[in-house]
């Protein structure tokens, strides 16, 4: 408990700042629809935050801390506790009553019917790696499609 709460002090004064980091950098291109759109944004905010095998951003700005899952005593025990945790490749995106929700599977994991979701407002904005594990599932096909995003990007 007194580790938590030290963790949470060392990582306190950085929280404030990430407002930004929870902002899509929307592709050079428009993308196919707006469900396409929220798994290309979800899959750019798990890259440059590190939850993929991917290195993350190095530049501070473009990190958002999440204060209750991250744990660490600092921002590289973070990013280090992150790194490879969730896939790279959007499996569902779908529309939802204040935005988008989208799916991603779990690298190593053994209840393949479930994996993490990035949720985001109808602007793209306020991304958020959801705590609870979501169903992978193929979802109401009025409110939810397999993402079509371009190749290498």
Request: proline share 8%; charged share 15%; with cysteine.
């Amino acid at each position: 408990m007194i580790r938590a709460a030290a963790a949470l002090l060392a990582l306190a004064p950085l929280m404030w700042q990430d407002a930004a980091a929870r902002v899509c950098r929307l592709p050079a291109a428009a993308l196919a629809s707006a469900r396409d759109t929220a798994a290309w944004c979800a899959r750019d905010f798990l890259v440059r935050n590190g939850y993929t095998a991917a290195p993350p951003s190095a530049e501070r700005a473009d990190i958002a801390l999440e204060p209750t899952m991250d744990v660490g005593t600092g921002l590289s025990d973070v990013l280090g506790n992150r790194r490879n945790t969730v896939s790279a490749t959007p499996v569902l995106a779908c529309t939802t009553p204040t935005g988008f929700m989208v799916s991603f599977r779990m690298p190593n994991q053994t209840d393949q019917p479930f994996g993490r979701g990035v949720q985001m407002t109808r602007t793209f904005a306020g991304i958020t790696l959801l705590q609870p594990w979501v169903r992978l599932g193929s979802g109401d096909p009025t409110k939810c499609s397999t993402p079509t995003l371009p190749a290498g990007g």
